[in-house]
């Protein structure tokens, strides 16, 4: 019988090529596609008692009696310690006016009830800064990143959707910190504020709260991505909400967890309710529609403090509140 296979030449059979021997059918292979990985979209539950950690009256009573606290942030130092800075004021309310200085306390645990509170983080720096506003502290490598505004110099940079200055600080101790020698690292309409740092496959991104731009007011957060901290993207609108404000008011405290394959974007909406935060998900860290309501929560600047994969807490602060409180934060 003769051979039904063909002689290759050694150059095809080098190349990888085959042929079919003469006479039979090629059988065809059914191949699946790759299915697309499914996700559960979870919701961020408070399941634990408020605990007041922090009451500025406590220690500055001899000034005033009606401190508060604002926006905030929370880190682990290297000793174990934890640490939480944020915007610090007292009334009569003007933010333009009375919130320049970051509190800064510290305790040995995250459930410590009451924290010890230490002199200011930063202080304006005159002719400079206006306010300081908004901090928060991403760490990597054993450095303290601190990211903030400082507002607009302008007399009536309130009244209008001004540029708000987005800065830098490095701290080695969490006690000291130095500015960046460039800042600001870039500015942003409808008073740009509220930094949030999240770093997700080798990339840094940088959420904050403004404007659609200078004259479309409506509240949204934007993101600028870094290889390095310190050099940044142009900024892309991420989350628009449909209300109108010179400070983009409806979209403040943006703060990103990533759990399970799922990003979830925390914007407070302080002006349509200055106690109510919204929860939205997505696939993408750059695109969080409005559509993609997970939850909302009675909180006003509210951090969520990743302890461990079990243990998650939340804070709660505001004009109303008389300083800081926690409670534990669970996943459903």
Avoid at 298 to 312: G, M, T
Wanted: charged content about 25%; aromatic content about 14%; hydrophobic content about 35%.
């Amino acid at each position: 019988m003769k051979n039904k296979f063909l002689k290759l030449p050694f150059s095809l059979m080098l190349a990888g090529i085959t042929m079919i021997p003469m006479g039979c059918k090629q059988k065809s292979i059914k191949t699946e596609k790759p299915k697309e990985a499914t996700f559960k979209v979870e919701t961020p539950i408070i399941s634990g008692e408020w605990e007041h950690i922090f009451n500025p009256n406590d220690t500055r009573s001899e000034i005033d009696t009606t401190w508060y606290t604002n926006d905030h942030c929370f880190a682990k130092g290297p000793d174990g310690k934890w640490h939480a800075y944020g915007i610090i004021g007292h009334k009569p309310i003007n933010p333009w006016t009375g919130e320049n200085k970051l509190f800064h306390i510290s305790a040995d645990s995250i459930s410590q009830l009451k924290w010890e509170d230490h002199d200011y983080a930063l202080k304006v720096k005159p002719g400079v800064e206006r306010v300081l506003w908004a901090p928060h502290v991403f760490q990597e490598n054993g450095k303290n990143y601190m990211f903030y505004n400082i507002g607009n110099l302008q007399e009536n940079a309130p009244n209008y959707a001004s540029w708000g200055q987005l800065c830098m600080a490095e701290s080695d101790d969490m006690f000291n910190w130095k500015r960046h020698e460039l800042n600001p690292l870039f500015s942003d309409p409808g008073h740009a504020r509220d930094s949030y740092i999240f770093k997700d496959n080798g990339m840094y991104y940088f959420y904050y709260t403004r404007t659609f731009n200078e004259v479309d007011i409506r509240s949204c957060v934007a993101v600028r991505t870094s290889p390095d901290l310190k050099h940044w993207s142009g900024p892309k609108i991420v989350h628009t909400q449909p209300y109108e404000a010179d400070w983009g008011g409806d979209s403040e405290s943006p703060f990103i967890v990533k759990r399970d394959g799922l990003y979830y974007l925390f914007v407070c909406l302080a002006l349509t309710d200055y106690n109510e935060t919204h929860v939205y998900w997505s696939k993408d860290p750059t695109n969080f529609p409005i559509e993609n309501l997970v939850t909302s929560l009675p909180l006003h600047a509210p951090e969520v403090i990743k302890v461990s994969e079990d243990e998650w807490y939340i804070s709660n602060t505001g004009w109303d509140k008389k300083g800081l409180s926690i409670a534990k934060l669970e996943w459903k």
